[in-house]
């Protein structure tokens, strides 16, 4: 799954393709439509260093039941009627269109050219680092020479009006679908610890970088945290794929795919928009939303049963 600075960057992009009444309805709680765009992952970060059953349920949000899941978003958005529930669903239509197009690229490309390079990391940091090396990549793209710099917890609000559409649908839609008990204030405390760790992860200098992968060789735990950290000058991995060589996306195994992620972000844009039309409409009219429009998990896989 792509990391903070992508999916904010791709929600604003794909809202500017959208229908105006779209942009004007996220507009109206922008700080609900950027916590949106970050979708389920802001449940991996409460109580990050447990394994808990919020966390757990944020794995099955991204492997199983997403038709379900996105009917029970429409529905409690419907009943809270809110600016804030609103944003929050556009948000997360962002998220799971990006997620389902990009990670099986992030896959490919933390199996196939960092783990090479980086035969000491496990599975799980080398997508993180490849996930922190496309952050920065479209950080440089966009404010060259400085992407070290920027503060990506700054993207994101700790308000009470920010952090409200969250806590209003997902602790419902979560019951429905998953049968798990998750408050409205276990939502909230996930943010901040979100927000948190992400002002951790800010490390110009690399100081910090350095001495968290120290830390991480004495316990045992290489890029456990170090992983999550942009890194200061590009990887040799080419995880961007400009170079333009074939990748394999999962799903389709017998296609040769040749695009980079910059032209990823960009195909995506469209559906983005038309799912952000049909919730929006779903909210509006109660009509039910076609299982066809999710025919892939968050990990680009049909879903897991």
């Known amino acids: ?32 439509f950027h916590w949106g765009a970050q979708g389920p992952d802001i449940l991996f970060y409460h109580q990050p260093l ?4 919020v966390s757990r349920v944020a794995h099955r949000i991204h492997e199983q039941r997403v038709a379900r899941f996105f009917a029970a978003l429409t529905a409690q958005c419907a009943k809270e009627n809110t600016p804030e529930a609103t944003a929050y669903l556009l948000g997360f239509c962002c998220h799971y269109i990006l997620d389902r197009t990009a990670h099986p690229f992030v896959t490919y490309m933390a199996n ?15 997508h993180n680092l490849c996930e922190a090396e496309l952050d920065r990549a479209l950080l440089e793209h966009t404010h060259p020479g400085s992407a070290m710099q920027f503060r990506a917890h700054l993207m994101l609000s700790a ?29 909230r405390a996930s943010m901040r610890s ?22 991480e ?64 409409d779903a909210v509006q009219t109660g009509q039910p939303l076609p299982d066809s429009l999710f025919p892939l998990n968050y990990l680009g896989l049909p879903e897991q049963p």
Do not use: K
């Open 50 to 53: 447990l394994e808990n059953r």
């Open 217 to 280: 060789r004495r316990i045992g735990a290489n890029g456990s945290v170090s992983s999550l950290i942009r890194p200061p000058q590009p990887l040799p991995a080419d995880c961007v794929n400009r170079s333009h060589q074939a990748w394999i996306d999962a799903a389709t195994p017998h296609l040769r795919r040749y695009t980079d992620y910059f032209q990823l972000l960009e195909q995506a844009q469209r559906p983005a928009a038309q799912l952000m039309d049909l919730c929006y």
């Open 194 to 215: 979100m927000l948190r760790i992400q002002r951790m992860l800010h490390d110009p200098s690399g100081r910090r970088t350095a001495a968290i992968s120290w830390m």
């Open 112 to 126: 196939y050219r960092l783990d090479p390079l980086f035969p000491d990391l496990p599975h799980s940091a080398q």
């Open 159 to 187: 308000d009470e009006r920010s952090m409200a559409g969250a806590c209003a649908l997902l602790p419902e839609a979560i019951w429905q679908v998953y049968g798990t008990r998750v408050s409205a204030s276990a939502v």
């Open 1 to 32: 799954m792509p990391a903070l600075v992508s999916h904010q960057r791709f929600a604003a992009a794909a809202l500017a393709q959208a229908q105006p009444y779209l942009a004007t309805a996220a507009a109206a709680a922008p700080g609900a």
